[in-house]
């Protein structure tokens, strides 16, 4: 039976981002009005605000002539890659050429554009003249009313740029629609990680793997919830996924490794940190094919257009909240994530693994808030589509304390232990994500410690796989760092004693001389003896990660209604998708997912557009 999508909660949790101008600032005004002919005067120098961002404090320099502002420099700021340090750039670029703060906040980093603009304002304040950075004119974009197209895709994250160059590769021309004023979506502050059986990487590390493998350890991990053929389809043509991305230009490492959770040594990490690696390399493609895709930010698609024979027929947005924007389209593919923001709705359908916890604004979450609303669900359901796996919501075990994102020490990687407010041991490392989650809960306060050393740090400048550093975190706050484990005991509140005794442990298990109570297997080649300072802890809680159900497809990411037809012109791919990874999913297969499903739904709505290639 199809699982409906509540209007009410689906409405209150997917309200519109505004974009409009903040503090108090004065509307844009026509150009060549009275307002944009005032010259500022300003003391000259450079002033300094510290702004707070959305990961942390930034420093704002802002340099001033007498009449005009001639430098922003927020090169201190650990904002995220393609969300904050790109609002940041995009800002400061529009402040210095139209000489003024009247300029729209991104949507999709609301709070680090606020934060700039108010640290601008300050350092103008200081400089005597930040009135007529008030009145000056901002900028004014528009869209056509209508566009016609091939394929349109709604949602420009990883599966939906993933689904349009697929598209465009295949001979189609594309307009992807996307709600926030940024590209990528979540997967831009995705680890990156994408699972795939690649004899030419796992080989040379001495790792045994199989397709055969990798499939059951997904329908396992899943709880053998997933649809076996969809299963199929994503281990069979995961390697390809790896290649198709290399040729549009991700650089992978040569050493796969195991994300949280991913249930073995398959996993892929791009030389540059996070899922916006992708992202950038999806950009520049499009920059190098210019004229096949047309990307409208800051669209809220409100409406699937449909036939009198219910094919669909585009979609219907609202640009800025305000103006209509209808694309035309033979087929239209939905790839706008899932739901996991969407605190609200995620309460009504929480009725699977996590029935017995609340989750609702005491639980974070990892995804972009814009983003995760679910809004592509409800879209297709309004099309015939049928709902399916509702209730099957992942929770990770990286969450940090207070906003549920993934920040700082990551639990992926080898050279960790998991130790509770006591600094006991309680869980094995490297299990599912769900058992994990479920073992911290457990715990007292529901919350743990993970604690490295010097072997995932050799020193507190050296970037690690995130591209993060000790000395970065420690500043922030988030992490506390000792010479000693005696002194990192003292200074988490942990008792000294049972911290040793777990990491010796550990240390014997990798060692070879014991067996882990809990079940860690230690791997001879990546996994050391933690035994040198300095350590550093970190405090983490489960936060909402995924969520595995949504818009029921066929292996040809066609979505489907509840009596097995296709819905015409329809399809669908990414986490707004239900069916492939069961009730929980390895860590590593969504980009794996985003990946191998988008190059799929890209291909055949261009095929069934009659483009080609």
Not at 332 to 361: H, P
């Amino acid at each position: 039976m199809a699982e409906s999508l509540d209007r009410r909660a689906f409405l209150k949790g997917a309200a519109i981002v505004g974009t409009g101008s903040v503090l108090g600032l004065a509307g844009c005004a026509p150009s060549g009005s009275s307002s944009a002919s005032k010259t500022p005067t300003y003391t000259p120098g450079t002033y300094t605000y510290s702004a707070m961002g959305h990961n942390a404090p930034f420093t704002v320099n802002t340099t001033f002539t007498e009449h005009a502002i001639t430098d922003i420099d927020t090169s201190d700021n650990l904002e995220s890659l393609g969300l904050g340090r790109y609002a940041l750039t995009t800002l400061t670029a529009e402040i210095i050429k139209n000489q003024s703060l009247d300029v729209d906040t991104i949507s999709g980093a609301t709070l680090t554009s606020t934060a700039l603009i108010s640290a601008v304002k300050d350092c103008a304040e200081q400089a005597g003249g930040s009135t007529y950075l008030e009145d000056a004119t901002g900028p004014v974009d528009q869209l056509e009313p209508s566009y016609s197209t091939d394929v349109c895709v709604v949602g420009g994250g990883g599966a939906g740029l993933c689904a349009a160059i697929a598209a465009a590769k295949a001979g189609a021309k594309v307009v992807v629609v996307e709600k926030c004023g940024i590209t990528g979506g979540s997967t831009n502050v995705s680890e990156g990680a994408l699972n795939a059986v690649d004899p030419w990487r796992q080989d040379a590390q001495g790792i045994v793997d199989s397709i055969e493998t990798f499939y059951n350890s997904t329908m396992e991990g899943g709880h053998n919830q997933g649809t076996p053929e969809l299963v199929h389809y994503l281990t069979d043509n995961a390697l390809d996924s790896v290649h198709w991305l290399e040729k549009i230009g991700v650089h992978f490492k040569n050493e796969v490794g195991s994300a949280t959770g991913s249930l073995g040594e398959r996993s892929h990490y791009p030389f540059t940190p996070y899922g916006n690696t992708y992202i950038r390399s999806f950009i520049e493609y499009m920059k190098d094919n210019s004229g096949q895709i047309t990307v409208l930010h800051d669209c809220q698609a409100t409406e699937l257009t449909q036939g009198s024979d219910k094919s669909v027929t585009g979609v219907k947005a609202l640009h800025k909240g305000a103006d209509e924007i209808t694309v035309t389209a033979k087929s239209t593919v939905i790839a706008t994530g899932g739901f996991g923001a969407n605190v609200e709705y995620r309460q009504q359908v929480n009725t699977g693994v996590w029935k017995d916890v609340k989750l609702d604004d005491s639980i974070g979450c990892t995804n972009v808030k814009p983003c995760a609303q679910g809004e592509g669900m409800k879209l297709a359901e309004t099309a015939g589509a049928e709902l399916i796996g509702l209730s099957d919501i992942q929770l990770h075990p990286c969450g940090t304390p207070g906003t549920g994102l993934m920040e700082d020490i990551r639990t992926s990687g080898r050279n960790r232990i998991f130790v509770n407010k006591s600094g006991d041991r309680f869980v094995n490392e490297g299990a599912a994500r769900d058992a994990l989650c479920k073992a911290i809960f457990a715990q007292p306060d529901s919350t743990y410690w993970i604690v490295v050393n010097k072997l995932r740090y050799p020193t507190t400048t050296t970037p690690d796989a995130n591209g993060a550093t000790i000395e970065n975190m420690v500043a922030t706050g988030h992490v506390t760092a000792a010479d000693t484990v005696q002194a990192l005991a003292s200074a988490t509140g942990m008792d000294a004693t049972k911290l040793q005794a777990s990491i010796d442990a550990y240390n014997a298990v990798v060692a070879g001389t014991a067996t882990d109570p809990f079940g860690f297997t230690a791997n001879n080649t990546a996994d050391k003896q933690m035994t040198e300072g300095p350590w550093y802890a970190c405090k983490k809680v489960p936060t909402v990660h995924h969520t595995m159900g949504g818009i029921h497809v066929d292996v040809n990411s066609q979505a489907v209604a509840s009596d097995g037809t296709a819905i015409k012109n329809l399809y669908a791919c990414g986490e707004c998708t239900g069916g492939i990874h069961g009730s929980n999913r390895l860590g590593g297969n969504a980009i794996c997912d985003c990946m191998t499903f988008g190059r799929n739904a890209g291909t055949n709505a261009a095929k069934n557009a009659g483009a080609k290639a």
